[in-house]
């Protein structure tokens, strides 16, 4: 057993899993509390700031270069959701004859990527529209379910699936596949409704 | 060709079905949202599978295995998104069936499907001699770039019918017109 492993934390054996479940709580408390209301209004001329940046102009004047974004992110979505159903697959037991190790690995780096892009393609568009979307509710819930979906696949999956899954119960395995791919799933559904909106 | 075009997406557009899910909100976007997201099964692998072949990603996982285990899950995307495909170009026929952008997706489609059989072939006849090597063969790479380009630029297109720059409906060129098969005198957009 080496050094890291045998060190123990003040806050138990899953320190990072354990602040982000606390960060979790303290957003969803946050999400339901008075003090929404208070920040929402604060963030406006933030929102109004944004429009007027290089992205925002660019975004407003050309639909053609805002298209072009568009789509990126569409593309960078869609490569995020294969990494994490081909990950997330591959825990739940699907394609077995493929290296548990490598995939889980593999896949992460490609996440990573696809997250960076998805990120920014994203600052822009908000930037395009964005008093339009900060008064759209379904905007705040797709910021929600991303840093959700952020906190969770870096503080709760990762930590998890980097450990010898031999010694982790097959069912908490499987219960972090499923929730990983319907956070994921909401990120996407949700930012898809803001363009119903 | 284009009359035909245009009699047959006129015709469609007379069905009692494509006015029904045009004029749904929830139908319409639940349709759209579907194709949409189908991306993450259908694209999304596609592209996993593209980038291990040029030595991007999943570089310790065996080509041919990867890319025959995942062949189901992104066929049942594909199938997903041809099926919402239909029933979007059904809701709008005209329009879609005008839209410049929609005529090259069409064509780039038929080559996606060209290259995707061709890359599959070669990679059936060829996996014995490079499975696990961190990159396919020349050929193999060129497929998968021509596939990420190719993909990419249909996306673009999927985004580029919303907006209505080469409508039929406005003055445009002779030659975008030509293209988009709009018809002199068409009162029908």
Redesign the interface.
């Known amino acids: 057993m080496n050094s890291a492993t045998t060190r123990q934390s003040p806050i138990g054996p899953y320190p990072r899993a354990a602040i982000a479940t606390g960060l979790l709580v303290l957003l969803l408390a946050f999400s339901f509390s008075g003090m929404r209301a208070e920040v929402w209004t604060a963030l406006l001329p933030f929102f109004e700031w944004m429009e007027t940046t290089w992205f925002g102009y660019v975004g407003k004047t050309w639909?053609?270069a805002f298209?072009?974004i568009?789509?990126g992110h569409?593309?960078s979505?869609?490569?995020?959701?294969?990494?994490?159903?081909?990950s997330d697959?591959r825990l739940l037991g699907?394609?077995s004859?493929?290296?548990l190790r490598?995939?889980i690995?593999?896949?992460h780096?490609?996440f990573k990527w696809a997250l960076a892009v998805v990120v920014f393609t994203g600052v822009f568009m908000v930037c395009g529209v964005a008093v339009k979307v900060y008064y759209l509710p379904v905007f705040w819930y797709k910021m929600l379910a991303l840093t959700v979906g952020i906190l969770f696949a870096f503080y709760v999956r990762k930590p998890l699936v980097d450990r010898d899954l031999s010694g982790v119960s097959p069912l908490v395995i499987k219960l972090t596949a499923i929730a990983s791919i319907m956070v994921?799933?909401t990120v996407?559904?949700t930012g898809?409704?803001i363009g119903?909106s | 060709m284009n009359q035909l075009i245009f009699d047959m997406a006129a015709w469609l557009d007379d069905t009692a079905w494509s006015t029904a899910i045009h004029e749904s909100y929830y139908l319409y976007n639940w349709i759209e949202a579907t194709h949409v997201l189908t991306l993450m099964l259908s694209l999304g692998i596609l592209f996993l599978i593209d980038m291990r072949m040029l030595g991007w990603a999943l570089p310790n996982v065996s080509a041919t295995r990867l890319a025959e285990r995942l062949n189901t899950p992104m066929l049942i995307g594909f199938v997903v998104m041809f099926i919402t495909g239909i029933l979007l170009f059904y809701a709008v026929p005209v329009r879609s069936s005008q839209s410049l952008w929609f005529r090259i997706k069409m064509v780039l489609l038929v080559v996606c499907a060209v290259n995707a059989y061709l890359f599959h072939r070669r990679m059936t006849q060829s996996m014995s001699t490079w499975e696990n090597a961190p990159r396919a063969p020349s050929e193999l790479r060129k497929g998968a770039l021509i596939s990420l380009g190719f993909w990419t630029v249909i996306v673009l297109c999927g985004r580029f019918i919303a907006y209505d720059w080469y409508d039929c409906e406005y003055p445009q060129p002779d030659m975008v017109r030509a293209l988009a098969g709009c018809i002199d005198g068409q009162t029908r957009f």
Do not use: C
């Open positions: 639909g053609g298209a072009t568009q789509a569409l593309v979505l869609g490569v995020l959701g294969g990494a994490v159903l081909f697959g699907l394609y004859s493929l290296p490598d995939v690995d593999g896949s780096q490609v994921w799933f996407a559904a898809r409704w119903f």
